[in-house]
């Protein structure tokens, strides 16, 4: 079976300062994970994905996520916030044999001038 | 390509009423979903889709209904509403249901149940 926990259901941070989000998984097989981003009253968006090809993974908006399989983490970076990075952000990890997705609880970022 | 389209984008029901959520896809995607999003809780899988034809139960199926007659649609019914099933509701598809694949979310239904 497969789980995700994403640590800290709130993050405040300055802008111009690191953005770091937590997010650890389980999964019974090697796994696919994702990280979604919600901008207020929209649907997801995709920011990256991991799919073992490399395991430092770029997104887009200068985000990125270190596949760690040791402690089963796959947390989501960016060097320096800005006021639009505002969001709730979801970690999800593949789950079964139909792609079906299992999402975190998600992660509401706040950026602060 | 419009993408993923959700109608209504708001909808308010009261206890027992049924209603259809309708979702369409203009990308040729075989693998099409259902998720409820609640404060606090994430989004989790009511059902999904492989193929027209072809439909299964996700993580939370109770009291909603699915069916998938051609490739682009795919709708979500309500048959007795309820207070419970106030939610967001999100519609996804990817082009298969390669674990791999990215899923391309709709806009979303606000539903609210009196």
């Known amino acids: 079976a497969q789980s995700v926990t994403q640590l800290g259901s709130h993050v405040s941070v300055s802008e111009g300062a690191l953005v770091l989000l937590r997010c650890n998984y389980s999964?019974?097989?090697?796994?696919?994970l994702f990280w979604y981003v919600q901008y207020p009253n929209q649907g997801l968006q995709l920011l990256l994905k991991?799919?073992?090809?490399?395991?430092l993974v770029k997104g887009i908006n200068g985000f990125e996520a270190e596949f760690k399989k040791s402690e089963t983490s796959f947390h989501l970076t960016k060097p320096s916030a800005h006021m639009s990075d505002a969001a709730e952000y979801f970690c999800?990890?593949?789950?079964?044999?139909?792609?079906?997705?299992?999402f975190g609880k998600g992660t509401k970022l706040s950026v602060k001038p | 390509n419009a993408g993923v389209t959700q109608t209504p984008k708001f909808q308010v029901l009261k206890t027992g009423q049924s209603m259809t959520l309708q979702c369409a896809q203009d990308?040729?995607?075989?693998?099409m979903s259902w998720y409820r999003q609640d404060p606090g809780m994430g989004l989790r899988l009511i059902h999904y889709?492989?193929?027209?034809?072809?439909?299964d139960q996700g993580e939370v199926p109770n009291g909603y209904n699915v069916s998938r007659s051609t490739t682009e649609d795919f709708p979500l019914r309500l048959l007795s509403a309820a207070p419970s099933q106030t939610s967001v509701y999100f519609c996804?598809?990817?082009?298969?249901?390669?674990?791999?694949?990215?899923?391309?979310f709709g806009p979303g239904t606000r539903l609210t149940v009196l």
């Open positions: 996804a598809s990817s082009y298969s249901g390669q674990r791999y694949n990215e899923q391309f």
């Open positions: 999964s019974s097989v090697p796994p696919y």
């Open positions: 991991y799919t073992s090809a490399a395991t």
């Open positions: 999800a990890v593949s789950g079964g044999s139909q792609g079906n997705l299992i």
């Open positions: 990308m040729n995607h075989e693998y």
């Open positions: 889709s492989v193929g027209a034809g072809i439909t």
